[in-house]
């Protein structure tokens, strides 16, 4: 990417060599986690956006919560792809990466969407599934799609936005659910034919809400709109769900910007909101867990690395000597664990791993059911290949506290 584009540019990376052989990726991953080696690592933390507008997909916003802002706004993920396999409920949005490839033509945009069932008890089945071999097709209750597109597309303008209010992108998406407004609206309201639903649990949650007025208000006014300006639309309802996790920009900086030496002050006030979404009790409870000398020491060792940011949600690097920073020792993969890409049949690698501090701040509760984790570790196909598919299915690997035993 050209330097004048820098703005959207919010996760650098480092040139891949995609000369690298299968063996040398499996060095990689099997490295002596104690060694210290010079990786490079960004961090993404949570703000406030100035403006709503900021956050719209042709800006290229790397983002949490609200809707997800497709890349490509037509060729949607559908079925299967966009519904929990446990529950087999419409996944919610959990967050986006942009994260382009400059040294490929195909990869000039490229962003990352994870999506996840905000029931705990799927994701605990969840966990146990991720242990099958891709080809035994294992149930997963959270997903990641990658998207990407060239420099010249139908969808963007080839220069960098401006953002001074006045970008747009080149052409409409896909009509969106008017419940979730994340997922594509293939059903349509047989009343109104305005209001467009992904699935019928959503069409009936939206009509118990207040569609079912609204309906009869869109009926009455096309009627006096057909006979007095036939050229005029309604506009579509809004998403009407209020349950979407707040939204918020992920903002990006390297790790090393970060000072390790804080104030002690500043310290225990960031380090209690690391803890936020786990409890003293549970604190201790995984401390009486950690026999281990092994999990002792990762633990020791995750706690000492985000004390430079605390407040991180995300930690990104696709520096094939980078590793993820696990919790625990164990349920960790081993490269045996990690699948080949299902388009190309090419090697995944590490490319980002989300972090629990986001769980307070998209408000989630602690209750026997809300969502906790230790860390989501999403893989990606090391080529970024260019397969058909416009949305292509990537690996995720999540670790859990062992905090609460499946019932």
């Known amino acids: 990417m050209d330097s004048d584009t820098n703005d959207v540019l919010p996760l650098q990376e480092l040139s891949l060599d995609e000369a690298i052989t299968e063996v040398e990726l499996e060095e990689s991953y099997e490295e002596d986690e104690e060694d210290e080696l010079e990786e ?15 956050l719209l997909r042709h800006l290229f916003p790397s983002k949490t919560g609200g809707t997800p802002a497709w890349l490509d706004p037509v060729e949607l993920p559908t079925g299967k792809f966009s519904r929990c396999d446990f ?22 945009h490229r962003m990352l969407y994870v999506f996840i069932c905000p029931s705990m008890s799927c994701l605990l089945q969840d966990q146990h599934e991720q242990w099958k071999r891709r080809e035994e097709d294992p149930r997963r209750s959270i997903k990641v799609f990658r998207c ?8 963007y303008s080839s220069e960098p936005p401006r953002k001074d209010g006045n970008d747009k992108p080149l052409s409409v998406g896909a009509a969106l659910c008017s419940w979730c407004g994340t997922w594509k609206g293939e059903k349509v309201c047989s009343g109104c034919k305005q209001a467009r639903y992904c699935c019928e649990k959503h069409q009936a949650m939206h009509w118990k809400s207040g569609h079912k007025n609204r309906c009869h208000h869109i009926i009455h006014n096309l009627e006096s709109i057909s006979s007095s300006l036939p050229g005029e639309k309604l ?3 809004k998403v009407a769900c209020s349950s979407l996790w707040p939204e918020y920009e992920i903002a990006i900086e390297d790790e090393c910007a970060y000072d ?42 995750f706690q000492e690395r985000i004390s430079k940011c605390p407040s991180q949600v995300l930690r990104y690097s696709r520096d094939l000597m980078a590793n993820p920073l696990w919790p625990l020792s164990i349920g960790r993969p081993t490269m ?14 590490y490319e980002f791993q989300i972090m629990p501090q986001i769980l307070y701040y998209l408000g989630v509760k602690n209750d026997s059911d809300s969502l906790d984790w230790g860390t989501i570790v999403i893989y990606t196909c090391l080529a970024s290949c260019e397969a058909s598919a416009r949305y292509k299915e990537e690996f995720i690997w999540v670790q859990l506290y062992p905090t609460t035993p499946i019932s």
């Open 260 to 301: 390790a030496e804080a104030s002690e002050d500043a310290s225990y006030e960031a380090s209690s909101l690391v803890t936020q979404h786990v409890t003293d009790d549970t604190y201790q409870f995984l401390l009486d867990k950690f026999e281990a000398d092994d999990n002792k020491r990762s633990w020791a060792s």
């Open 336 to 349: 045996t664990n990690i699948p080949k890409c299902k388009y190309c049949n090419g090697s995944l690698c």
């Open 235 to 237: 506009s579509r309802d």
């Open 40 to 54: 490079y690592v960004t961090l993404g933390t949570i703000e406030k956006p100035k403006h709503p507008k900021f």
């Open 148 to 155: 990407q597109l060239p420099r010249l597309n139908a969808f």
């Open 87 to 108: 529950c087999e409920e419409p996944l919610q949005f959990l967050l986006q990466i942009y994260a382009p490839i400059p040294e490929k033509e195909s990869t000039f």
